[in-house]
């Protein structure tokens, strides 16, 4: 199985600031195949990215995703209100399909 | 616009049965694997399995596997998720997702889009 390390496990900022987490894979990932997602409290997670780079329709610019092989970020390049959550990545490269632990952004 | 609900919160008894649905709308059903997350409580993600409702394959997490049971109606475009006897440790947040991706989700890999609104089963006694 592909284990995926999120770190940090929280990050705490202030809106307007710039969120930078990661997400590691035990293997190379094919073909970057990771995705990420925004988990509020009380709801269902929502996709972000997918292939390690590619926006899901109608998730805002500010969000990026970047990496390969084995090391892949997300980056949110201002905060608003409404990004501090809980992110998860994801690898779809091999089964058993696996999540990270999660990173909490928190508001500072 | 694609829709996956699921029913509602349940509360069981160690040992009891359970079968949880999800039903998809505004795509063609048959034609997406279908699967389930656990999430428990104050916990992360755990992917156990899918289901190709239109010819009832499906694959398991080796962590899940035989201890859940998987499958879809395609006549009501319905995924389910049963277990036999639960458990405390069954009590969770289950989600219910599409698997998307393309050629890769054809067999059986890919990302998780859209998701259910989550069915909470509490297992207690």
């Known amino acids: 199985d592909i284990a995926l390390t999120q770190s940090p496990g929280t990050l705490s900022l202030s809106p307007g600031e710039r969120a930078t987490l990661s997400c590691r894979a035990s293997q190379s990932l094919n073909s970057s195949y990771l995705a990420w997602y925004q988990q509020k409290p009380g709801q269902a997670p929502r996709l972000l990215i997918y292939?390690?780079?590619s926006r899901a329709t109608g998730i805002p610019d500010r969000f990026s995703g970047s990496g390969s092989g084995t090391d892949f970020t997300l980056t949110i390049s201002r905060l608003e209100p409404e990004d501090f959550a809980v992110y998860y990545c994801?690898?779809?490269?091999?089964?058993?399909?696996?999540f990270g632990g999660g990173t909490k952004v928190e508001i500072k | 616009e694609v829709q996956l609900v699921q029913s509602g919160a349940e509360v069981k008894k160690p040992g009891e049965s359970l079968k949880i649905s999800c039903k998809g709308s505004?795509?063609?059903?048959?034609?997406?694997?279908i699967g389930w997350v656990r999430q428990m409580p104050g916990k992360g993600l755990e992917w156990m399995g899918i289901?190709?409702?239109?010819?009832?394959?499906?694959r398991y997490s080796p962590s899940f596997q035989g201890q859940v049971t998987i499958s879809a109606d395609k006549s009501i475009s319905t995924a389910y998720l049963q277990w036999t006897s639960l458990t405390a440790s069954d009590t969770a947040i289950y989600h219910c997702?599409?698997?998307?991706?393309?050629?890769?989700?054809?067999?059986?890999?890919?990302?998780?889009?859209?998701w259910g609104q989550g069915t909470l089963v509490t297992v207690s006694s």
């Open positions: 994801q690898q779809y490269g091999s089964s058993p399909l696996t």
């Open positions: 505004g795509y063609s059903f048959t034609s997406y694997w």
């Open positions: 289901v190709y409702p239109g010819d009832s394959d499906t």
């Open positions: 292939d390690a780079s």
């Open positions: 997702v599409r698997l998307e991706g393309g050629d890769i989700a054809m067999a059986g890999q890919g990302w998780f889009d859209p």
